[in-house]
């Protein structure tokens, strides 16, 4: 099973920028897509932005589009999150995934997350 390790996390004032990471084990050939997600207390985890690294495409959800870019470093097994323009409801949890479809739920492995706390 792919290891997944989030880092970059941590505490903002608003507006500020954060860059997350998520470093993979390895990218299995059943490891077509990664993803980020965010769960805060007492909410639905939701997903941000996923990324195909073999052909590199993209998606970003529309609730963080503009301020949040995914990317990825494939000879580091690596992708990041850059969050920009952070807000105090960006506050969460934030997790790593990766497996056949993240966007669709098909899911392999989680990393164990890293807390982004935005104060206003």
């Known amino acids: 099973q792919v290891q997944l390790v989030e880092s970059g996390g941590g505490s903002v004032q608003a507006g500020g920028s954060l860059k997350l990471s998520c470093v993979a084990s390895?990218?299995?050939?059943?490891?077509?897509?990664m993803g980020w997600f965010r769960q805060a207390p007492g909410k639905e985890r939701e997903a941000l932005a996923t990324?195909?690294?073999?052909?590199?495409?993209?998606w970003v959800a529309d609730s963080v589009r503009g301020r949040f870019t995914i990317s990825q470093d494939n000879a580091k097994n690596t992708v990041y999150l850059q969050m920009n323009s952070l807000r105090p409801e960006d506050t969460a949890m934030y997790y790593c995934?990766?497996?056949?479809?993240?966007?669709?739920?098909?899911?392999?492995?989680w990393g164990q997350g890293t807390q982004v706390t935005v104060s206003s």
């Open positions: 995934a990766a497996g056949r479809s993240v966007r669709a739920g098909a899911i392999a492995s």
């Open positions: 390895e990218f299995s050939p059943g490891m077509n897509s």
């Open positions: 990324i195909y690294p073999s052909i590199d495409l993209t």
